[in-house]
């Protein structure tokens, strides 16, 4: 399995709280990306980073940001929890070439 | 924009059969496709990637193939195994779209003793 950890792996968290989900990698790999898994939409691509410090947004980011101070951390920030931020959440990593993608173990938020 | 679909949804066979899972997109210019493996609770396994200028992978009893001009892929699971039931996701990369990857919504897999 690829070197991936996800933390915490569980959090409830109220309305309106800030919450920030963490990734981390051992493979050093340059790709670093956050999905959100929900029943009826699938996997979607919140934000992705190319590199330390450079980032870019996916398919759904509005009321989530992103920082990579470091190749192995990726951080999630909820800046505003809110009930439809309710969801899993995954991290996952590529290197160069086939950018085939590896995943995390996810971690499952819940916002009352 | 790009949209992959998964046929069908659900699928509930003895152990034994062979099958196979399939996988649509709606532009064909991907740069990959990746099938993942995906069991309740738990992240998404890689099983196989497809380059787009491939036309198939193997990995033991699974056989993935790609054919970009009709945007379709299939996974074959030979002789299945109880312990082969999962959700299977396919997910696609375009060729212009950085790395983002677009899945299917997958097809649930019961493979029955």
């Known amino acids: 399995d690829a070197g991936i950890t996800q933390s915490p792996r569980h959090k409830v968290t109220e309305t309106g709280t800030p919450v920030t989900l963490r990734c981390h990698q051992t493979?050093?790999?340059?790709?670093m990306y956050w999905y959100r898994q929900d029943p009826g939409h699938g996997l979607r691509l919140i934000h992705y980073?190319?590199?330390?410090?450079?980032?870019d947004k996916g398919e759904v980011s509005d009321g989530y940001s992103v920082s990579r101070s470091k190749t192995e951390d990726f951080l999630l920030t909820l800046e505003s929890a809110t009930s439809s931020q309710t969801s899993v959440y995954f991290c996952?990593?590529?290197?160069?070439?086939?950018?085939?993608?590896?995943f995390g173990p996810g971690t499952r938020l819940t916002v009352t | 924009k790009q949209e992959v679909t998964q046929i069908p949804a659900a699928l509930s066979v003895p152990e034994g059969e062979n099958l196979v899972l399939n996988c649509s997109f709606t532009?064909?210019?991907?740069?990959?496709l990746q099938w993942f493996r995906q069991d309740p609770g738990k992240g998404l396994t890689s099983l196989l990637l497809?380059?787009?200028?491939?036309r198939e992978q193997t990995s033991g009893r699974l056989n993935a193939s790609l054919d970009k001009s009709s945007g379709r892929s299939t996974l074959y699971i030979a002789a299945s195994q109880p312990g082969d039931s999962a959700t299977y996701l396919c997910?696609?990369?375009?060729?212009?779209?950085?790395?983002?990857?677009?899945f299917g919504g997958g097809t649930r897999l019961m493979v029955k003793p």
């Open positions: 532009d064909s210019a991907i740069y990959n």
């Open positions: 996952a990593i590529s290197g160069t070439g086939d950018y085939e993608q590896y």
């Open positions: 497809i380059q787009s200028s491939q």
């Open positions: 980073s190319y590199g330390v410090k450079d980032t």
């Open positions: 997910a696609v990369i375009l060729g212009n779209a950085g790395n983002m990857l677009t």
């Open positions: 493979e050093n790999h340059r790709y």
